[in-house]
């Protein structure tokens, strides 16, 4: 998906973000601790955090926004 929409529509290669909910955030954080190099940021509303491990090596830092409840 990423290798698509980057070919075919004019995207910021800096500024790609992921949004999730619920299964979707969790997904959000496994998605931006693998690819850390191409996203930038993550929102997650009421998801887990995505078996982040601390012996993980991460690439780089992403910005992260967790919201849960109202």
């Known amino acids: ?21 619920s299964n979707g955030a969790y997904f959000s954080h496994l998605l931006a601790r ?3 190099d191409k996203i930038a940021a993550i929102a997650c509303h009421s998801g887990g955090l995505g078996a982040m ?11 992260v926004m967790l919201i849960h409840g109202v």
């Open 1 to 21: 998906l990423y290798q698509r929409a980057t070919s075919e529509y004019n995207i910021d290669l800096n500024r790609v973000y992921v949004v999730g909910m």
């Open 53 to 63: 491990k601390k012996d993980r090596k991460i690439k780089n830092k992403y910005a």
């Open 34 to 36: 693998e690819r850390s």
